[in-house]
């Protein structure tokens, strides 16, 4: 089958670097997304690995690694409207499969 | 960017009562739209594929004739739960793909209760 683990919650300070892991047993996935939730919304989307690497978009950054079938979003500067859930999705054949999710908690 | 919409955003239904949601690509077409369900505090899982045109592909575990599924035009998809029961309530979620492109835009959701 396919899944994603993720942590189930990371607590993290205002102002901080927080890294927030997924790891995943399948085969065929073609990339690595990553989606911001906050409570009760859309999933919005923060990046793409295509292939093995870092892509940085501003503050957040994410990191693939097929070969361990590992993947990383990095959050940088954290403000308080991080705050939010976070989920990795496999980009399978025609559809995402999203991992277990993460909530991330900003404080002062 | 493109914007999808879905509607209602919450809706309560008595038990046995059908529901419909309806999800719009505003400014795109989408050859592709995606239904999720996300119960609280849970991912969303994938409930099935909808192609413009053609039936929709259900995910294992999820059951087609509770679940209808009708992507009529390049714009639109519709959701069907029928005969709702409390274990339906749950947050659904589309997203739409537009042809050619491998990124997913998703709908703001649609809390639904059932009573």
């Known amino acids: 089958g396919q899944s994603l683990e993720q942590p189930s919650e990371v607590t993290a300070v205002e102002g901080a670097i927080v890294q927030i892991n997924c790891t995943y047993q399948?085969?065929?996935?073609?990339?690595l997304s990553w989606y911001q939730q906050h409570d009760g919304g859309a999933p919005t989307f923060l990046s793409y690995?295509?292939?093995?690497g870092l892509e940085e978009t501003g503050r957040f950054s994410s990191f693939l690694s097929r070969s361990d079938s590992y993947g990383y979003l990095l959050l940088q500067e954290l403000q308080m409207k991080d705050s939010a859930s976070y989920f990795c999705?496999?980009?399978?054949?025609?559809?995402?499969?999203f991992g277990t999710g993460t909530l991330l908690a900003v404080q002062p | 960017g493109a914007v999808v919409s879905q509607h209602p955003s919450r809706v309560i239904c008595k038990s046995g009562t059908s529901v419909k949601i309806e999800c719009r690509s505003l400014?795109?077409?989408?050859?592709?739209m995606f239904w999720y369900r996300q119960f609280p505090k849970q991912s969303l899982m994938l409930m099935a594929t909808?192609?413009?045109?053609?039936?929709?592909?259900?995910e294992q575990g999820v059951e087609k004739d509770k679940f209808l599924i009708n992507h009529a035009s390049l714009t639109l998809s519709t959701l069907t739960v029928t005969s709702a029961h409390p274990e339906d309530s749950s947050f659904y979620i589309c997203?739409?793909?537009?042809?050619?492109?491998?990124?997913?835009?998703f709908g703001p959701g649609t809390r639904l209760t059932v009573l």
């Open positions: 400014d795109f077409q989408a050859t592709t």
């Open positions: 399948t085969s065929g996935f073609y990339g």
């Open positions: 997203s739409a793909r537009p042809g050619g492109d491998n990124e997913q835009f």
């Open positions: 999705a496999g980009d399978a054949t025609n559809k995402l499969i």
């Open positions: 690995n295509a292939l093995d």
């Open positions: 909808s192609n413009e045109g053609s039936k929709a592909t259900y």
